[in-house]
């Protein structure tokens, strides 16, 4: 069994950042493919990004790239996610997910574990 704590989440201005943290408990992270989803009221939840077991593959939702970064420092057991320029458009609770396909898009089902989620608030 992995826990997943998600943490980071809070109100910014647009333009702003923020850095969210997915720790870990229960089983290293180092076996598993990360992925951050979010969730905004009234949408369903979309991949968000990815990244392989050992970080060196990653992957982005086409609305944020080139504005977040997904990282991990299997030593800490933690996974980030760096979000920059956010806009209102990107308001909405994210999540941290293990041991599921790199691959965006694909039936969130098919993920193992999931943390609570953080809310994220970007006011215009």
């Known amino acids: 069994q992995v826990q997943l704590v998600e943490s980071g989440g809070g109100v910014v201005q647009a333009g702003g950042s923020l850095r969210l943290s997915c720790s870990a408990s229960?089983?290293?992270?180092?076996?598993?493919?990360i992925g951050w989803f979010r969730q905004a009221p009234g949408k369903e939840r979309e991949g968000v990004s990815t990244?392989?077991?050992?970080?060196?593959?990653?992957n982005y939702a086409d609305s944020v790239k080139g504005r977040f970064t997904i990282s991990r420092d299997n030593a800490k057991n933690t996974v980030y996610l760096q979000m920059n320029s956010l806009n209102p458009e990107d308001t909405a609770v994210y999540y941290c997910?293990?041991?599921?396909?790199?691959?965006?898009?694909?039936?969130?089902?098919?993920?193992?574990?999931w943390g609570q989620g953080t809310q994220v608030t970007v006011s215009s």
């Open positions: 997910s293990a041991d599921g396909p790199e691959a965006l898009g694909v039936d969130t089902a098919l993920w193992g574990y």
């Open positions: 990244i392989s077991s050992r970080g060196g593959s990653t």
């Open positions: 229960g089983r290293t992270l180092d076996y598993y493919v």
